[in-house]
């Protein structure tokens, strides 16, 4: 939403500039034609030259003048269609993040159907906390306040799939294709978070 308001700010503010430079460029035009006039007149009018020199003296004073006035609006309307173009980039990629399975909510899928797999071919060998339990206790964890190695880890976990759900989705945004292994890039990710040691200790009892 700050975005979305920034972003109609700064539109609105290059459209009065470029609204200025628009008026700037008619008044330009009038006053070179008004020059090319006098001009035009000094040639057919000698006894009238000294008067129209200076007539005309005083009008290229303002053209510079007018001139001076728009040119830095060049500078300030480019600064301002960047930024526009940044922020509707972001706005857009941040649409297409938010309609993504959340990393809490891919955990919760990838856990369970690991939980599944594990019980289903190795129940005589480990012991495994309910799924629903694993996924509180790494959560207490990465939203929890602690600094020390286990929750740096869990926290990078967490960060790693992020990474992978924002290069898919600026694919998207940029119209490139995306591969049937490429859109498993956070599936890997969870995946791999889920063989991390600190996270077996979570998991098993």
């Given at each position: 939403m700050i975005k979305t308001t920034e972003l109609d700010?700064?539109?609105?503010?290059?459209?009065?500039?470029?609204?200025?430079?628009?008026?700037?460029?008619?008044?330009?035009?009038?006053v070179r034609k008004n020059v090319y006039s006098l001009e035009e007149e000094i040639k057919s009018n000698?006894?009238?030259?000294?008067?129209?020199?200076?007539?005309?003296?005083?009008?290229k004073s303002k053209?510079?003048?007018i001139a001076e006035q728009y040119?830095?609006?060049?500078?300030?309307?480019?600064?301002?269609?960047?930024r526009i173009n940044t922020l509707d980039r972001e706005i857009k990629l941040d649409a297409i993040i938010e309609q993504q399975t959340s990393f809490w909510d891919a955990l919760k899928v990838r856990i369970a159907a690991k939980h599944r797999d594990i019980q289903e071919l190795t129940s005589d060998f480990v012991t495994l906390k309910d799924p629903e339990q694993v996924l509180n206790d790494i959560r207490g964890v990465v939203e929890g306040e602690a600094f020390n190695i286990d929750a740096v880890t869990l926290r990078t976990g967490q960060a790693r799939y992020q990474v992978a759900i924002t290069e898919l989705a600026e694919r998207k945004l940029d119209g490139k294709g995306i591969t049937i292994t490429e859109a498993q890039a956070p599936i890997t990710a969870i995946d791999n978070f889920l063989e991390l040691p600190v996270v077996s200790k979570i998991w098993q009892v």
């Open positions: 700010g700064l539109k609105s503010r290059l459209e009065g500039i470029l609204v200025q430079q628009d008026e700037l460029k008619e008044k330009h035009t009038a000698l006894e009238k030259n000294e008067s129209i020199e200076q007539n005309i003296s005083a009008l053209e510079v003048e040119n830095p609006l060049n500078s300030v309307a480019n600064d301002l269609e960047e």
